[in-house]
């Protein structure tokens, strides 16, 4: 993008993200300057996403955007905050077309409207290689009230929202494979952030996550954080109409996909026991909390079957490296 484009489509393009928010001065400064709300910390959250890795290189823009800002407030719900503004930085291939770079852009105004959460700053650049998106989000808690990863304690119940194995479906799905459950496309596509789940859970979860990496990858997260052992039955684990009929015709190997598929960005939470009732008060008709589990002492995950064996699963959760 030639100089005096970026600075026009700065301008144009970007600036009415801000929706004149102070703390962005216009676009027109070198950082944001933000106020946190009184007697709150701030809580920030980096994701970068690249075209062929994080969504389709052929994916519409829309979906490009969905996905980028979707993926990052989930970060703020995992810790119970609520989001204040996001800074982009927006690395464009030097070959894309000016109406995939608008269109982009509309995608993301809609996201962010849609969620409360401002445009404040960031950057743009140009790349002979494919589209990278990187949103920091910067939201806030109360002091002391963020959820972490490391808070859970032996005995506590393990819950999940929504439902597993939707997002992993939608992308095979999406990419063609015979089977896969057209309906669960947008599950991929659109993942919904459980923000007002994040916030309701201050004070009642111990530990939580937001689920990117799989299931059973998260849960070993809070379970190496928290130093103990999670302990996963996988009879329990919620799964959508679409993907049982999937499962019953998957043959072996089907569970192990689905819980360990990654990006249906639902919360993994650790609570105690006494905290049952307020939590399943917290459920609705289209977003259902479900006990999944038990934290013991010891290490790692253990997913075991209706008759208490431990599973074999022979797959692990998405990584970079």
Not at 69 to 76: E, F, H, K, P
Not at 152 to 170: C, H, M, N, Q, Y
Not at 226 to 255: F, K, M, N
Request: one cysteine or more.
């Amino acid at each position: 993008m030639a100089s005096g484009g970026e600075f026009d489509f700065i301008r144009t393009r970007l600036g009415p993200l801000t929706r004149n928010h102070a703390a962005a001065l216009g676009l027109s400064d070198d950082a944001a300057v933000l106020d946190p709300p009184e007697g709150c910390q701030l809580v920030l959250a980096c994701d970068t996403l690249v075209a062929g890795v994080h969504f389709r290189a052929d994916d519409p823009p829309e979906t490009a955007a969905s996905r980028a800002m979707r993926s990052n407030l989930s970060d703020m719900a995992a810790m119970g905050a609520e989001p204040l503004g996001y800074l982009s930085a927006l690395t464009w291939p030097r070959d894309i077309a000016p109406d995939w770079r608008d269109a982009f852009v509309a995608g993301l105004a809609a996201e962010q409207d849609r969620f409360g959460v401002p445009l404040l700053g960031g950057d743009t650049t140009s790349t002979p290689g494919p589209m990278t998106v990187t949103l920091t989000l910067i939201g806030s808690v109360p002091q002391g009230a963020a959820l972490t990863r490391g808070g859970a304690a032996a005995d506590d119940d393990i819950w999940v929202s929504g439902t597993i194995g939707d997002a992993a479906l939608g992308l095979a799905a999406q990419e063609g494979e015979a089977g896969a459950p057209a309906e669960l496309i947008d599950r991929y596509t659109r993942p919904e952030s459980r923000l007002e789940l994040g916030r309701a859970l201050r004070g009642l979860a111990s530990a939580a996550i937001d689920i990117s990496d799989g299931l059973l990858a998260d849960a070993g997260h809070i379970a190496e954080t928290s130093g103990l052992a999670l302990t996963i039955e996988a009879g329990d684990v919620p799964l959508s109409a679409p993907a049982r009929t999937w499962l019953a015709g998957a043959g072996e190997g089907g569970l192990g996909r689905l819980l360990t598929g990654g990006d249906d960005y639902e919360l993994l939470f650790t609570a105690p026991p006494a905290h049952r009732a307020a939590i399943a008060a917290l459920a609705g008709a289209h977003m259902p909390l479900t006990r999944i589990g038990r934290a013991e002492a010891g290490a790692g995950v253990v997913c075991r079957d209706a008759s208490g064996e431990t599973l074999k699963i022979d797959r692990d959760g998405f990584t970079h490296f």
